[in-house]
């Protein structure tokens, strides 16, 4: 199948961010087997009403390897206390991250906090979830799925969204 040039780029979904490192070449044939590593990243302020269930979609996610970053952008709320609890007993396969922001950084936008994010970031993707949004059990798996299967092109990829 050839040889495709690959860059080790961190995705925003939906937010079109695409930071690159390195690239190299590699056969077509491993880029499919491969199995890297992502990053779900949780994002929420003032969310205390939803953050328990979308915390706990999150990890409920079928891919490895995944890194989960759930990031509270200094809510006033109990929304940090609520993602505390949530996954102070997990002992799933997942990497867990938590963070919460000493002061608020999305006071003049969103753009700061997902920066921040994005700093504490390894996954060659970035699936993003807003502290409101459920996510089904497969939704980085068919995403990775649907990455690969495009080459892992460099850009942005949306999956569908279902309004309750």
Known sequence: MGQVDLCDARWAMGHGIVKTMKCESRNN????????LVTFALFAYNQEEFIREAVESA????YTPLEIIL??????DRTF???????????GPHRIILNRNPINLGSSGIGLHVNH???MAHGELIVFAAGDDISLPIRTRMLVDAWNMAGRPSGSLHSAVETL
């Open 29 to 36: 044939n491993e880029v499919k087997d491969e199995y890297p």
């Open 59 to 62: 990890l409920a996610q079928d």
């Open 71 to 76: 990031s509270d952008d200094c809510s006033p």
């Open 81 to 91: 206390a609520i993602m505390e609890a949530a996954v102070k007993n997990y002992a």
């Open 117 to 119: 994010v994005l700093e």
